[in-house]
């Protein structure tokens, strides 16, 4: 009896930590979708209600790593069970992180608005577009525990680098063509990599997913299609 009872604790514990680690994800994925639209729409009121309500997700991930430590502690989970308190702190962790590029978007967004319009927002919005759809696949494929699911989203991440090379090459051209949008141009190409980033972290979710089904770190190199540093833009 005393061992279904602990179990029973256990149980409702990881569910109320799912829970609190699916509303970080909803809000970063909310936060991260908003600071595109701020972007383009160029809402500097917008983009400063994204950067204040960054604190939300940090105190959720707070809350997240009491409620995982104390588990660790009073329940001391083994094999599968410790495989998903450890996954969910890492899990915590990165969607985190993830909110912080969405701040450091919306951060550029109120400096862009006091330059020109310009650049290529809307090859940035395209780009923000797959990321947000690789963000809903992984966190369905926690909750899930669907390994399958992350895969995909794994995969996903070499078009997310093809469209930054693509996109830092427009950005360079722009510069050389106009030197009047440098300054708004070098806050985009900012804005390129922090999405970049926030793909990458999502793979991240994605190999941790594979490790709390599977019970194994992905096997393989991580496909990658980023060229940006290897960019050479010539002047006729």
Known sequence: MPTNHIVKAFDEDLRTLDNVIAEMGGLAEAQFADSIQALVRRDREFAERVVINDKRIDDLEAKADALAISMLALRQPVADDLRA??????????????GDYAKNIAKRTVALTQTPPGGPTRTIARMGNVVQSMIKTVLDAYLKRDADMAKDVMLRDEEVDALHTSLFRELLTYMMEDPRS???????????????????????????VHFLVRGEIPVGARPKGDDSSYTVVGVE
């Open 182 to 208: 440098i300054s708004a141009c070098a806050h985009l190409l900012f804005v390129a990599k922090n999405i970049e980033r926030i793909g990458d972290h999502t793979t991240n979710i994605a190999e941790h």
């Open 85 to 98: 308190v450890i996954t969910a702190l890492r899990v915590a962790s990165v969607i985190e992180r993830i």
